[in-house]
């Protein structure tokens, strides 16, 4: 699925069922909206990021949104898949980042290293 207006809006991806969910309840809702795509899920689990070449995404930036974030490995592959079509991924934000090491252009609500009770 994918949202495509034209101009320099905002680029974003995401995957999976809160993909889905985003997209289905805030796509229309974000004025400056260029590209939404939506790709599947299971990505950390294994599964193949759905083909991006069918997309025209040269020279695109793009920010990554996900419920959470704790190895990158959504992340990264998306990033690389991105990178192979010509754009590149610049930011990530979540709600939830519970990844141990702090990790650059990661975003979220709530950081559990950040705030961890000894």
């Known amino acids: 699925n994918m949202i495509n207006k034209t101009g320099n809006g905002l680029n974003i991806i995401v995957s999976g069922e809160f993909g889905r969910i985003f997209a289905s309840k805030y796509a ?16 950390r689990k294994g599964n193949m990021v759905d083909d991006l070449s069918i997309y ?3 020279g695109k930036q793009f920010i990554f949104l996900d419920d959470s974030f704790f190895k990158g490995r959504t992340r990264n ?9 010509g754009a590149k991924l610049t930011h990530t934000y979540v709600a939830y980042d519970g990844c141990i090491d702090k990790q650059f252009n990661v975003h979220s609500l709530f950081r559990y290293y950040d705030n961890e009770v000894i």
Request: cysteine-free; hydrophobic content about 40%.
């Open 28 to 43: 229309t809702k974000i004025d400056n909206l260029d590209t939404l795509i939506v790709i599947n899920g299971g990505i």
């Open 56 to 58: 025209d995404l040269k």
């Open 77 to 85: 592959r998306i990033a690389y898949e991105l990178e192979k079509n």
